[in-house]
């Protein structure tokens, strides 16, 4: 043992806790290469064939990057054509430290075996750890353990080096670091040096990240924007009230005006406006920025125009008077004037790859060229790039390396290309990366979590269950559905009354808490459905089969059982972890169908009828109550088999089938609601509706006296009955237009924790408690 700490310090109960902590060495720790013959190692992941054709190093040698390096360059260090890599703890803990993408990133590379990529742990190895020194920063001392470790794998490995010579080559953009390395005798590039001498991918120089050296290069003299201040400025400025910090939010409709939300105390928060360039002053969409409020004499209102920008004709030349006019200030709108401030610092970034097209430049020969985003909310970026003319007409990603205050546009690297731009899958592609849903392949360790098949139910599981599989259960879905989360019954009981079931397929039992499955599902968050494709949260074994509450199967489920009277009145409630073997899969329109059809009364049928009378009981119940009926007209696409292609488009029609699921559906999950807060009172998961502030009603109210309508607004109630009396003559569509702009008006429903709030009420169902129950994979 090298070290021990000991130190107390007190827990939020109010209790003492001593901590020790002790910092061990070992000289057992494998260097990870096939060459050595001195580390008794299970496993080799370092090649013996490190050769990488280059200018530079015509040896095989091993690549050990620094911290600096790692950040700024990982996408260099994903590419399929970089092996043989060596990652020191050092470098992994500072990584770490400073960038949670990008570490997460790194991790995914250290895992992938195709890559070889390695982890030393160098600061408990013997050899290679190393204290800090008086006076020596944490930095410094991280760099050196650095050239430590460098030395140690170059003098570990001399020995077993071929008749070419394996070397070890540390990458540094840190000059200092660099000329310290040189001066011990240690090969050392900088890794824009190492990269330009591969010759046999000339491309890989393209997705280079721009280092500060190479920032100054292709930006003007002339300063454009004002400095950033310091972050020590930015706090003591929020903390004396001189600054304020807030999200930027740029406009998607006018490049010269953004607004910063403000965060203030509680919920609330205030909207600033930003017009100009220079106010602007280098923020980009969604980043955390400081601002300085001006003057109210310079307030201004926000513009009515689109104001797109063109970019220059010529690369990056501009004319002075139209840059001047663009830096100093945008159209002014008419409407009232709003509170106006200028960006004086950022915070923090929140940069991420952006998918868009190349807008070539006009002069001939040129590398330096402007990428345009997809998202008109990001400003163009410039980029360097020998493969314009191959990269023209493609959907292509590009991060920003940085915005120096010399540059119109921010600077940045070529990521990688999606595929032609306008190909159906290549959009799709777009679409899944700019709204960031994730949708690579589940990994190796999420599907490992799966039961082996084929899969049964056990006796250990029906000795806990209640055994529902007697009952004439039945699911209503969508055409095509094959995720089947929930399934309903209906039977008559012999004092008149009438029993209800909602069958909730048991997903829980296949997903434990904490593991690689559960993590991948809640970073997905929500099964996502695209025309021809859906997204699923668990691997399709789980939401299209066992959690699937498929016909003529037995199934795990979670039921919500009822005893209701004639009036649709709950008498009894109760819950049951069940097992359930459906007797139908049916979609909307079948099920409509038999319960019109007078010639059918089998049990399926019956047990459809008893619901559709119930669930029609139900609905006016809670719209006499005020729950809102708001329009959002869903629209189906037909595909063509063959190609894949949409060929047609309809209204999804609505029936009397769709509003019975519905019913029991939303009847389940208040039912639910209400049980699990009996039980666990300061932490039951529920969901609430917030009630919208007036103001937010303002388009909607606008609507309405374009054709001398009022709309009441004053509580739920009220609103649905002004939104069913408002109609107009020859014009039927008009009342569907208003329910959609009374969508646009609510608030976001939300999830929360019944000890952290008081106020459960859902504004839109006029419900006074309410949960998700009957999504089960999401739950």
């Known amino acids: 043992m090298l070290k021990s700490k000991t130190f107390v310090k007190k827990t939020r109960s109010g209790g003492i806790m001593k901590i020790v902590r002790e910092h061990y060495l070992r000289d057992d720790i494998w260097c990870g290469s096939e060459f050595c013959t001195e580390c008794k190692q299970d496993e080799s992941v370092l ?99 650095i050239r430590v470790s460098t030395k140690w794998y ?133 980043d955390l920025v400081a601002v300085e409020m001006l003057p109210q004499n310079q307030w201004v209102g926000p513009s009515s125009v689109v104001l797109q920008d063109e970019g220059p004709k010529d690369d990056d030349v501009t004319g002075d008077d139209e840059e001047e006019k663009a830096l100093k200030g945008a159209v002014v709108g008419a409407g009232p004037r709003k509170p106006t401030a200028r960006v004086v610092g950022i915070i923090k970034r929140n940069w991420r790859p952006f998918c868009g097209m190349l807008f070539l430049s006009q002069i001939k020969e040129a590398t330096r060229h402007l990428f345009t985003p ?35 546009y921010p600077n940045g690297h070529f990521v990688r290309s999606l595929g032609c731009a306008g190909d159906k899958e290549t959009e799709t592609e777009v679409l899944l990366l700019e709204h960031d849903v994730p949708h690579q392949d589940f990994s190796q360790a999420v599907l490992s979590f799966l039961p082996k098949m084929p899969w049964s139910i056990t006796e250990e599981d029906m000795a806990v269950r209640e055994d529902l599989r007697h009952l004439t259960v039945c699911s209503v879905d969508p055409p095509g559905c094959t995720d089947i989360d929930d399934a309903l019954h209906c039977r008559d009981l012999p004092n008149g009354n009438q029993e209800v079931g909602v069958h909730i397929a048991d997903v829980s039992h296949f997903i434990r808490p904490g593991n690689a499955l559960d993590q991948e599902a809640a970073s997905r968050g929500t099964t996502v459905y695209l025309t ?58 079948e099920a409509q169908m038999r319960i019109d059809d007078t010639s ?95 103001s937010n009603y303002d388009i909607l109210n606008k609507a309405a006296k374009s054709k001398n309508l009022v709309i009441h607004t004053d509580s739920a109630k009220a609103l649905a009955d002004s939104l069913d009396a408002a109609r107009v003559d020859n014009f039927p569509y008009f009342n569907t237009l208003l329910r959609i702009l009374a969508t646009r008006c609510m608030m976001q429903a939300v999830y929360f924790c019944s000890g952290m709030d008081s106020d459960f009420h859902h504004y839109g169902l006029a419900s006074p408690i309410y949960t998700h129950f009957t999504s089960p994979i999401r739950r």
């Open 154 to 286: 170059s003098d570990h490995l001399k020995n077993a080096r071929t008749e070419e010579g394996l070397r070890i080559v540390l990458l540094t953009n840190d000059r200092e670091n660099k000329d310290k390395s040189e001066e011990a005798g240690l090969l050392t590039y900088r890794c824009e040096e190492y990269i330009k001498s591969l010759i046999a991918n000339p491309e890989l120089v393209d997705r280079l990240a721009l280092t500060n050296d190479d920032k100054n290069d292709i930006t003007s003299s002339k300063v454009l924007f004002p400095e950033h201040l310091p972050l020590s400025r930015i706090q003591s400025g929020i903390k004396s009230g001189t600054f304020l910090q807030g999200t930027f939010r740029a406009s998607r409709d006018n490049y010269l005006e953004a607004t910063v939300f403000v965060h203030g105390e509680g919920d609330e928060s205030t909207e600033v406006l930003i017009q100009g360039l220079q106010n602007l002053n280098r923020a980009v969409h969604q």
């Open 532 to 589: 021809g494709r859906r997204i699923d949260m668990v691997p399709e074994l789980l939401s299209s089969n066992l959690c699937s509450l498929r016909c003529n199967v037995e199934r795990l489920a979670f039921s919500c059982i009822w005893e209701i009277n004639e009036k649709a009145e709950i008498i009894k409630t109760r819950f049951a972890k069940s097992v359930i073997n459906s007797k139908a899969s049916l979609t909307y329109a």
């Open 600 to 694: 059918m009364n089998d049990d399926i049928t019956k047990s459809l009828r008893g619901l559709n009378r119930l669930a029609k009981i139900l609905k006016r119940q809670r719209i006499e109550k005020g729950a809102l009926t708001l329009s959002s007209p869903e629209v189906r696409f037909h595909i063509d088999s063959e190609t894949h292609d949409p060929i047609d488009l309809q209204t999804k029609e609505l029936k009397d089938t769709n509003s019975m699921v519905e019913e029991f559906m939303l009847l389940a999950n208040i039912s639910v609601a209400q049980k699990i807060y009996e039980e666990f009172s300061e932490c039951a998961l529920l969901r609430k509706h917030p009630a919208p502030p007036p």
């Open 47 to 145: 090649q013996k064939d490190a050769c990488i054709e280059s200018n530079l190093c015509v040896f095989p040698h091993y690549l050990l990057p620094d911290t600096n390096v790692v950040l700024s360059q990982i996408d260099i260090l994903e590419d399929p054509l970089i092996k043989n890599v060596i990652i020191l703890q050092t470098v992994l803990q500072e990584v770490r430290h400073r960038s949670a993408p990008i570490y997460k990133r790194l991790k995914d590379i250290l895992h992938d075996k195709e890559k070889h990529f390695y982890t030393f742990t160098n600061e408990h190895h013997r050899e290679t750890y190393i204290e800090r020194e008086p006076g020596e920063s944490a930095n410094d001392r991280n760099d050196r353990a």
């Open 374 to 408: 997809a998202d008109r909310r990001i400003p163009r970026i410039r980029i360097e790039t020998r493969q314009a003319s191959t990269l023209a007409g493609q959907r292509i990603m590009v991060a920003i390396d940085g915005w120096p205050k010399h540059s119109r």
